[in-house]
């Protein structure tokens, strides 16, 4: 163990930069690139995030202090002996940190001192190196506007920021659309303007911070239209306009919220991710809600004080179950489920598995159905790629993925861990079977990197070894689809004459209705069983 002190990386050359909020506290745990603290210029607001995880000791700045290169946020408490003071390390987080400079004019033409008026042509200013996504359009044709306003909103992963205009005068054409990919050079507008105007990027001065420079970043226009104003909310600025920082941006997206409707208590009515926590608890509290949408809306479950009943004890959840629970609990608001059932023979595939156990031993592995059924889903969600897909944020698209990396659920002490094989349709039955074992031990040791937890295409929840004839597994989103294995058992399976003993595995598909349709689910389910019941068929 060693104690960091974390300092600020270089801030794009700004100073004095204001620290909006303060995302950890003493005690927290945090992992390499979660937000430590938020920044903010009066042209972009950025996060600065752990170089590496470790446990906060001590937080040395508050909100409203002002930051520069060097000094201490907090200190940290690391594995290992290995240096990190400086936050971040990663060159392309220090990109990122960059002030967005003023716009440069496209012509390098000379300096003009003219009065009279002439048609500029103004590019895209160095955005930090990344490239952005156009969010909002802040002017029109024909508008007239001053040197320092917004002509453009850009947001990339973890920073949003407004392009000034480098000049007064009036637009005469805007050469970018909303949802373009901007960069720096690409062409922006082109302005009328008068008199003085500098007419090389060397003459265009740097932004500085300026303390009490009014900011408003802009809510993408699509996720405002979504959402309706929620029954009992103040609305405390005009919808669309939104001034929040990037992670409280980012973690609306993810739950749904618009943050068009979230009061914000910050300085200066900015909205913190407290805030969203606080509207959503409000929302979630106010049986109106449910009662003025027709049960639309969550009714709270009660607090109860159950000691009124007898002896209880309080137990503190592992922050594994309680990303679980999270998790569970976002897909099963989120993705409308339905699950297929079906009984497969695998008689034939259990004689064979059989004759497979010495090889199997002699190879040092152990061999159970589940490698088998990893290698059938593997040939059946490349034959039916919709099972292996995702539904794009947007709503609006498909990605389809060329690989077939599967999760398994495996149960340990600390909670339920999902390590992911990667390309099962690439392996041998022999090197599933060792994977599984390995990744299993991994998980119960809690050794597994995150990496091995990631990218995962579609899920297996075996409850085989434990029992049970079926369940209803809860997709693992972003996936679109999982698959439950129950306990095997001998059935008398009717063959025309007479009823014959067969061994049924039990197996539960639940799916996201908004990708997956019956018709495709059950395609999917007679593909896949007609391996398990012949496995022969993998060779097809
Ligand atoms: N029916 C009957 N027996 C089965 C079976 C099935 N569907 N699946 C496995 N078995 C048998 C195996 O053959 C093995 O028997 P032998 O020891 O006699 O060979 C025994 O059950 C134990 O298997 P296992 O659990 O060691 O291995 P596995 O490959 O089946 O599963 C793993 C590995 C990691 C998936 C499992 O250990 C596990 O953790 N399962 C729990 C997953 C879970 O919690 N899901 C719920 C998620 S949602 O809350």
């Not at 290698?375 to 709503?395: E, F």
């Not at 409850?463 to 369940?471: H, I």
Request: proline share 6%; net charge negative; aromatic share 4%.
């Amino acid at each position: 163990m060693a104690i960091e002190k974390i300092k600020a990386p270089d801030l794009g050359g700004a100073e004095n930069v204001e620290i909006i909020e303060v995302c950890v506290s003493a005690g927290d745990t945090v992992d390499a690139e979660d937000s430590l603290v938020v920044v903010e210029s009066d042209k972009a607001s950025m996060e600065i995030p752990a170089p590496q995880a470790g446990k906060v000791v001590a937080v040395l700045v508050n909100e409203g202090d002002s930051l520069n290169e060097g000094d201490v946020i907090l200190e940290l408490e690391v594995q290992g002996e290995e240096a990190a003071s400086e936050a971040p390390a990663d060159p392309e987080v220090e990109a990122r940190l960059e002030e967005v400079p003023a716009p440069v004019v496209e012509s390098a033409a000379e300096a003009t001192t003219s009065q009279a008026s002439t048609v500029q042509s103004f590019p895209i200013p160095d955005i930090g190196g990344d490239s952005a996504e156009v969010i909002e359009l802040c002017v029109a044709v024909g508008d007239a506007v001053e040197e320092g306003d917004s002509l453009i909103v850009l947001e990339s992963d973890k920073a949003s920021m407004e392009v000034p205009s480098p000049a007064a005068g009036t637009i005469k054409a805007i050469l970018i659309n909303e949802g373009d990919t901007a960069s720096a050079g690409l062409p922006l507008v082109e302005m009328e303007v008068v008199g003085s105007v500098a007419a090389t990027s060397e003459d265009i001065p740097m932004p500085t911070p300026a303390a009490d420079a009014k900011e408003k970043i802009i809510e993408p226009k699509q996720v405002s239209e979504k959402h309706q104003p929620v029954h009992g909310m103040t609305e405390n600025r005009p919808t669309g306009e939104v001034y929040a920082g990037p992670s409280v941006r980012k973690m609306a997206r993810e739950i749904g919220v618009d943050l068009a409707i979230v009061p914000g208590s910050g300085p200066r009515g900015r909205i913190q991710k407290a805030d969203v926590k606080s509207f959503i608890k409000d929302a979630l509290a106010n049986k109106r809600v449910g009662q003025a949408t027709g049960g639309a809306g969550i009714p709270q479950v009660p607090d109860i004080d159950f000691a009124q009943f007898g002896e209880v004890r309080l137990e503190k959840m592992s922050k594994l179950h309680k990303v679980t629970a999270t998790n569970m609990h976002r897909s099963w608001l989120n993705v409308p489920h339905v699950t297929a059932f079906d009984d497969v023979d695998i008689t034939d595939l259990e004689a064979f598995r059989s004759t497979l156990k010495k090889e199997a031993e002699k190879a040092g592995v152990k061999i159970t159905p589940l490698p088998f059924l990893l290698k059938a889903l593997a040939k059946a969600l490349m034959a039916h790629p919709k099972m292996n897909s995702s539904l794009h944020a947007d709503g609006e698209h498909l990605v389809y993925k060329d690989y077939v990396h599967i999760g398994m659920a495996v149960d340990t002490p600390a909670g339920l861990m999902v390590p992911v094989i990667r390309d099962v349709d690439k392996k041998s039955i022999f090197e599933l079977a060792a994977e599984t074992v390995e990744l299993a031990q991994k998980a119960k040791e809690r050794k597994l990197k995150p990496q091995e937890m990631q990218g995962g295409t579609f899920t297996v929840s075996s409850l085989g070894a434990m029992g049970g004839t079926g369940f209803t597994p809860i997709v693992n989103t972003p996936e679109v689809a999982i698959l439950g294995v129950s306990k095997l058992s001998v059935k008398p399976v009717w063959d025309g004459e007479n009823f014959v003993p067969k061994k049924m595995l039990p197996l539960s598909l639940s799916y996201d209705h908004r990708v997956v349709n019956g018709a495709d689910a059950g395609r999917f389910f007679v593909f896949l069983n007609s391996i398990l019941q012949d496995f022969r068929r993998l060779a097809l």
